[in-house]
């Protein structure tokens, strides 16, 4: 089909709640208050690791009507948040509460009442003692602190990918260069706090979450509960915005279990502080990295090292680990690879995903290496990088899927030529102390779940109503990124009926059909090709029916139905197959992904470091991407706004330090520092849309990859700029100021 | 809490101060420091006061030799006011640089100064115009310099709980020019990590009668003779030797402070920038053959 010729696809169709959002009446969970619903305050522990010795609850149980449970009540069942299917084997470390604190803002109690302030009142009127224990902070030394931390002892969560004649390649070679680099926690930063809201219903219970994966919260609570899955209802909430830190179940279980013991509706909500220090956060990154080169540049083997930052609980962070090493043979040619992590806990907030569940921190460290390793050769970063990436449907040595329809070749040329790369790859300087520099990345990210460990398919029914209009059922969760006006888009585009009249569901157990979970971007590419087969389906089976009915054949032709030449009405046609034939127009269809292709970004920043300041201005912006398709471009758009103001806080300023008792340093926005509107810059966008097979109208992943190759652009630009080789990100002011210092003089 | 009022005029203020005998008294400004700090956490027998409706804490006005600011005014009335941006341009860049919009909207320059948090960004501007704040309390009035406000402990001013900040005298003093910058982690909303604030009189191209105050120091507000005196250095070496003084200034305040080294570096970026600020305020002032700026 000619892209041109398309109805809806590649259209900025308005997003259904964009009103509402604008107006500020779109109802998130903490703005409908349920009725006879108890507020719930979590008690969480002041310090990083100790253990409670007593705990007193009669000043606070005092006041009327406050119900309170602690670790004394709580069921020892341990659960890993991060498993969305039974069998997947993450170390379970994780109880509803707990008598051993690991981490500042971990869970000791739960105080309910009939008011939030109450609640409140009565959390800080329980009185606990505490055996405090050294402090665990530093990820070197965790393997040796272990036992300190958890009573199972287990020093370390290893794992690795091997491939390839490394010995040889590192024997045989001209040049082998190695960077360290290291990559800060990070808070995800959603505008809506975390919250949850559990209401038991006869034998079931209702849970409503804004969250990723209702299967995965319907697992997790069947776990600690002992409850069938048929049993909890999970239905997803209205979200503020999650960045993969709303994927891992974290106050769910807690919330399910309290309302089942009480039989009470239970909703707990938190704020910026009690999210920040007590939910998820982006995995810190130690990583070593070490590439062997041929007298040309040409890679012949790169191994890898790295300690991975769990934080308190093991949660995802071995399956983020793997994750990054998976996507480390599939942005340039590698023959041989030898890829090592090491996961260990620390008592510090929790880790787990976090948009691009680790491909921002792996594409960092080798984007960053790349460049030094360049600068340190003599070897041109645009040229090496043009040597060394993959072409169009190269296999993945490691044993992944095939790579697609690839394009990052084409990415980086037409980015480096519309950056104007070669005009500006010399620094220059202003004023005596401003330093001005251009840097780029690339990166690659997935798009779902095909030839991994984990399975992958999506499960939905499409019924095309009496008046013509549509219903998609299916398990979506919207993260606010408009995946169910796209997918209403996609069934448009199909049936030809006006995506006004199509709703698109979000996932409720009870209702709606299976699927892998709004996660490891396969929304669009799997979620959106199942959307597309199914209206397909349904079209097939109107056109049948509707021949069947009128006995002579109809068509469906340019987005109508069609019978000897004439047009007929969708919905008149629907309305009469059901009375005269009996039949209502409903298809279920499941798609089996069989391909999972590489998305690619390159991004193109220019900043200028004042040298004195040490703050770093990004001037001007490039995003290019190969994006397969877009379905919807101001959509596609919004994403990679979002995801380079989320790279720059990583390269210059967002990180969760704490000091060596495990205190956190950093509690809320007041010293947590994003990138805001006047720090942006308007970035270019360039789309390549090649048609990627295997996914809607050829469209493939945006969301996770537009942030990757955002912070290690930066850094490069900022080496570049100082002739600096920083590597421990954030690349805070004093930090570059330094750098500078000792660059200087 | 056990009250909460909004007197229309000092006088009312006056008696629901003598009327609330022992109670724990609170003012209420913008709201803006008060509410981060309090919420939550507001003893029971407080008594709140709203100063917003008090018409005597508000206005901006050239009475000859100097500005009258109420204390009530806000940032975004004080950047926006021609006066002020005539007379006391520090003052201007200060209340413009400080906040958000929405911060500003708020935000006043009487809370800023009480607040006394030692990052705060018009204390300083300030007390290099040599201002004064006039204090109101049931004794009577006085009247005291912005580092008397402020004292030597961070986070506490030297008032006493019945007095009330009513506005700030700021000299309009001819040939004068004055200018304030600070550094935060970002360029807007964002808390100073080190702040500058000079005024001085230009002629000819020298400074003299140098008023130089540098904020995050231990308090908002620390004078610098040093940089004082390297103002009045001859044109070539004026730039390092104002630079050089700020640099040793923040070494005799805090000696053994983590971050000495950033803000060492970083004050050197203020001082040139003020310095350009000053030099340029200064030729437009002669261009212009306006007898007083501030
Ligand atoms: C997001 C954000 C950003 C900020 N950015 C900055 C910044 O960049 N620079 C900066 O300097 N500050 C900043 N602040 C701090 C704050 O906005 C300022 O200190 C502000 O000027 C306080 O004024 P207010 O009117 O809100 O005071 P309030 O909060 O109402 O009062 C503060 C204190 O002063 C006392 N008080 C108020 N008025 C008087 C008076 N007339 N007499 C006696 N006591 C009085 C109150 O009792 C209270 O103790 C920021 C705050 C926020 C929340």
Redesign the pocket.
Known sequence: MDKRSYKYIGRNVTRFDAVDKVRGRFPYLADEPFPNALFGAVLFSPHANAVVKKIDVSEASRIEGVEILTYLDAPNARYNGSEWFPGQDDYPDETVLTGHARHVGDRIALVMADTEEKARKARDLVRVEYEILPAVTLPETAADMAGMLHEDGVKSFDGSICYGDLEKAFSSAAYIESDTVTTPKIHHAAMETHSVLAIPRGDVLEVRTPCQITFGVQYSIAQVLDMPLSKIRVIKANMGGTFGGKQEVVFEVLCAWAANRLKRPVFINTTREETILSTRTRAAVKGKVETALDADGTILGRSFELIVDAGAYLTGTKKVMMAMGKKASRLYRIPALSYKGSVVRTSTTPAGACRGYGSPQIHTITEIHTDLMCRRLGFDPVQFRLKNLLGEFEEDPSGGANIGKARVIECLSRGAAAFGWEENKAPKVSGGRFFTATGFACCTHGNGYYKTKYHDFSNMSLRLLEDGSAILRASIHELGSGATTALAQIVGEVTGIDVSKITVTEADTQFTSYDSGCQASRVIYVCGECARLVSEAAVKMLTQEASKLLDRPVRFYEGGLVCEGKKLDLGAAVREIMEKRRVSIEVNFEHRPESNPASFGVHFAEVTVDKLTGLVKVNRYLAIHDIGQAINESFVRGQIYGGIQMGIGMALSEELPFDSMGIPRVRNFDKYHLVNAPDMPDPEIILIEDNEPGGPFGAKSIGEISTVPVSAAIVNAVNRALGSSLTDLPLTPAKVVEAARNMGE | MTGLFAPRSIEELLSLLAGSGEHEK?????????L?KNRGNISEDAVLFD?SKIPE?RGIENRGSYLRLG?METMTSIHTDPEIRLHAAALCDAASS???VQ?RN???V???L??A?P????PGALAALNASAVIFSPSGTKELSIEEVLGTCPNKNT?SDS???MEFRIPVRKSHVSAFKKIGSRSE????RINLAVSAKYEDGAFCDAMVFVGTLGTAAKRSPEAENALLMPISLRKEGFKKALCEFAGRMIPSRSTLPYKQSAIQALAEDVLEMLEARGRSLEKSGEKSHG
């Open positions: 609170h003012f209420i400004a913008g709201g803006t420091d008060w981060i100063l804490l204390s400080m906040g958000s911060i708020r935000a006043t009487g809370g800023n009480a607040n948090s990052a705060a960004d018009t008032l007095d009330i900040i909303v964002s808390i100073a």
